[in-house]
C-alpha cells in the first residue's frame, strides 16, 4: 500500500464501510460536557476517510483531531493536503504495534480504526495500546478489522508458486489471525476484558460489497495490496489478475459476478468492536 493518489481513487469500498461503523455505533458515544474532545485515527493512510467520511458524521468540532498510519509516503501525502483545510488536525507515524510515544498516552476521548488492525500480527499488543491511547476516565474506541475473507487464502496460493513466491515471503505476516480463528468474537471479548476495557460489544459480520465491475475490484485491491509495489511495473496487472482468479477459486460456491450488468461481489467478514476504557 505504497501509490497515495490510486488509493484515493479506488477506495469507495473503505469509504462506504467506516461510514455504516459510524452511524450504526454512533449513539454509543459520550462527549464531554467542556466540548473539548480529542479524536484518533489509527491507519488513516491518506487520510480522506476519516476527515472527509468520518469526523463530519460527528457535526462537532474537535479540539485536536490526529490522523496516524505507518506509511511515511501515506503521512505525507495526508498532511499536505488536509493539514491547512482541517482545523485542529496533526499527522503523525505511529505503529500501533510498537512501544507508544508517552506524549499520547491517555490523551484521547475518542479512537478509530478501519481495516487496519488486521496487519498487526500481535493483536494483543495493538489492543493494550488502544487502550493506553484513551483517557482513563471513560474513552472509548470503534475498531473494524478485515478478519475473514477468500482475499487471505488467495494470497497464500500465490505465495507458493514459483511465479510470485520471490515477493510474497511475509504473507504470513499480512493475513489476519482471526482468519483462522474458530471463535474470533469470544477470542476478542477476552482479550478487550485481559487489557482492561469495562466495556465492550464485538460482532463478526459478513459482509458483500459490490464493484461496478471486476476492474474496479482489482484496481481498489492493487492499491491496499503489500506486494504490488515489489513487482516491476510490467507485471503488475498480471498479478492483479492471478489474484482475481486465485480468490474466486478460493470459495468457487460463492457467486461473484451478477448476471447481466457486469458488477463484481467481493465477500469478506469483519470484526466490528465498541469498547470503552
Same mark, same amino acid.
Not at 496487519?119 to 478489522?145: E, H, M, W
Not at 508458486?161 to 483462522?180: G, Q
Given at each position: 500500500?505504497?501509490?497515495?493518489?490510486?488509493?484515493?481513487?479506488?477506495?469507495?469500498?473503505?469509504?462506504?464501510?467506516?461510514?455504516?461503523?459510524?452511524?450504526?455505533?454512533?449513539?454509543?458515544?459520550?462527549?464531554?460536557?467542556?466540548?473539548?474532545?480529542?479524536?484518533?485515527?489509527?491507519?488513516?493512510?491518506?487520510?480522506?476517510v476519516f476527515?472527509?467520511?468520518?469526523?463530519?458524521?460527528?457535526?462537532?468540532?474537535?479540539?485536536?483531531i490526529?490522523?496516524?498510519?505507518?506509511?511515511?509516503?501515506?503521512?505525507?501525502?495526508?498532511?499536505?493536503?488536509?493539514?491547512?483545510?482541517?482545523?485542529?488536525?496533526?499527522?503523525?507515524?505511529?505503529?500501533?504495534?510498537?512501544?507508544l510515544?508517552?506524549?499520547?498516552?491517555?490523551?484521547?476521548?475518542h479512537?478509530?480504526?478501519?481495516?487496519?488492525?488486521?496487519?498487526?500480527?500481535?493483536?494483543?499488543?495493538?489492543?493494550?495500546?488502544?487502550?493506553?491511547l484513551?483517557?482513563?476516565?471513560g474513552?472509548?474506541?470503534?475498531?473494524?478489522?478485515?478478519?475473514?475473507?477468500p482475499y487471505?487464502?488467495?494470497?497464500? @496460493?500465490m #505465495?507458493?508458486?514459483?511465479?510470485?513466491?520471490?515477493? *510474497?515471503s511475509? !504473507?504470513?505476516? %499480512? $493475513?489476519?489471525?482471526w482468519?483462522?480463528?474458530?471463535?474470533?468474537?469470544?477470542?476478542?471479548?477476552?482479550?478487550?476484558?485481559?487489557?482492561?476495557?469495562?466495556?465492550?460489544?464485538?460482532?463478526?459480520?459478513?459482509?458483500?460489497? @459490490?464493484y #461496478?465491475?471486476?476492474?474496479?475490484?482489482?484496481?481498489? *485491491?492493487?492499491? !491496499?495490496?503489500h %506486494? $504490488?509495489?515489489?513487482?516491476p511495473i510490467?507485471?503488475?496487472?498480471?498479478?492483479?489478475?492471478?489474484?482475481?482468479?486465485?480468490m474466486?477459486?478460493?470459495?468457487?460456491?460463492f457467486?461473484?459476478?451478477?448476471?447481466h450488468?457486469?458488477?463484481f461481489?467481493?465477500?469478506?467478514?469483519?470484526?466490528?468492536?465498541?469498547?470503552?476504557r
Amino acid at each position: 500500500m505504497d501509490n497515495p493518489k490510486l488509493y484515493r481513487e479506488t477506495n469507495q469500498l473503505q469509504r462506504q464501510n467506516a461510514a455504516i461503523a459510524v452511524r450504526e455505533f454512533f449513539s454509543k458515544f459520550h462527549w464531554r460536557s467542556d466540548g473539548l474532545d480529542a479524536i484518533i485515527d489509527v491507519g488513516s493512510a491518506i487520510g480522506d476517510v476519516f476527515l472527509e467520511i468520518v469526523c463530519p458524521l460527528f457535526r462537532r468540532d474537535f479540539q485536536r483531531i490526529v490522523c496516524t498510519d505507518l506509511n511515511t509516503n501515506m503521512v505525507e501525502y495526508a498532511r499536505k493536503h488536509y493539514s491547512d483545510k482541517v482545523k485542529n488536525s496533526e499527522f503523525r507515524i505511529l505503529n500501533i504495534a510498537t512501544e507508544l510515544p508517552t506524549e499520547l498516552k491517555g490523551q484521547f476521548d475518542h479512537l478509530l480504526s478501519f481495516f487496519c488492525l488486521q496487519l498487526v500480527p500481535n493483536q494483543r499488543k495493538a489492543f493494550q495500546n488502544i487502550y493506553s491511547l484513551l483517557r482513563p476516565d471513560g474513552g472509548n474506541c470503534l475498531l473494524t478489522i478485515f478478519a475473514r475473507s477468500p482475499y487471505y487464502d488467495a494470497y497464500q @496460493t500465490m #505465495s507458493k508458486t514459483i511465479k510470485w513466491s520471490s515477493y *510474497m515471503s511475509d !504473507v504470513d505476516d %499480512y $493475513t489476519c489471525s482471526w482468519h483462522y480463528s474458530y471463535d474470533p468474537v469470544e477470542e476478542v471479548k477476552k482479550l478487550l476484558k485481559e487489557c482492561g476495557f469495562r466495556e465492550f460489544e464485538v460482532q463478526l459480520k459478513p459482509t458483500i460489497y @459490490t464493484y #461496478s465491475n471486476i476492474e474496479d475490484f482489482k484496481n481498489n *485491491m492493487k492499491a !491496499v495490496s503489500h %506486494y $504490488t509495489h515489489r513487482i516491476p511495473i510490467e507485471l503488475q496487472d498480471d498479478f492483479m489478475n492471478d489474484f482475481a482468479k486465485a480468490m474466486i477459486k478460493a470459495k468457487p460456491s460463492f457467486k461473484y459476478f451478477n448476471d447481466h450488468v457486469g458488477e463484481f461481489n467481493f465477500p469478506y467478514e469483519q470484526l466490528v468492536i465498541f469498547a470503552r476504557r
